[in-house]
């Protein structure tokens, strides 16, 4: 018996496995990400920081995880971030920085990156990498951006915007893996997984977690 525990609060990742055929449950790490960020050094490259926040979480729910447990144990962690002129964006802190933000991204191209850590908590052993995505902005205008920013929905998303939701129609399109824009690319998870010696295939046959 193998269980998925995906370290995020993030529904839109879980939505994902589930759609997949992954069944798993969640834990929310707890990790403070500004203070991790802080702690890398002045000026981190984008990949790099998604990819360390992505093994902090997946580490912090790992230590609550009994190795002990008969079931195989993978932890799985994700952190996703848009890199647009060189700058880090994750989730707006608030309206007016998400204002700011799309009369930024109109009409222009940004990437969104997400780390990726897989925890094989029997195995004592992890894999990880990070997806990137280009992603072509529309050109919504101001009322249209008025409008989105009202909903609320930029607020808890990194680089303020959706492409599976509310914010979708503001997207011309996307250069990569679509589901890594959504926040877990389903085909990175899946070469992690097999690199820890598990079919994707597989876990498609485990009925609870």
């Known amino acids: 018996m193998k269980r998925i525990i995906l370290a995020s609060a993030s529904s839109a990742r879980s939505r994902l496995l589930s759609a997949s055929g992954i069944a ?90 997400t780390g990726h850590t897989v925890i094989d908590i029997q195995g004592q052993v992890w894999v990880h990498d990070v997806a990137s995505t280009a992603v072509n902005f529309g050109t919504p205008d101001d009322d249209e951006v008025l409008n989105y920013l009202a909903t609320g929905e930029s607020l808890n998303v990194a680089g303020g915007f959706t492409l599976d939701a509310l914010s979708a129609p503001f997207i011309d399109s996307i250069v990569g893996d679509p589901s890594n824009v959504i926040g877990l690319s389903l085909p990175l998870l899946r070469r992690l997984m097999r690199e820890l010696g598990v079919r994707w295939t597989d876990l498609w046959t485990q009925a609870s977690v």
Not at 93 to 98: P, T, V, W
């Open 24 to 113: 798993h449950s969640t834990l929310v790490s707890g990790v403070d990400e500004a203070a991790h960020v802080a702690s890398l050094g002045p000026s981190p490259l984008p990949t790099t920081v998604a990819l360390s926040l992505s093994q902090a979480k997946a580490q912090a729910v790992a230590q609550l995880m009994d190795a002990s447990d008969q079931r195989r144990t993978y932890v799985v962690g994700c952190d996703s971030l848009l890199e647009l002129d060189g700058q880090i964006f994750g989730k707006p802190a608030d309206l007016e920085e998400a204002a700011r933000r799309w009369q930024a991204m109109r009409g222009r191209t940004g990437t969104l990156h």
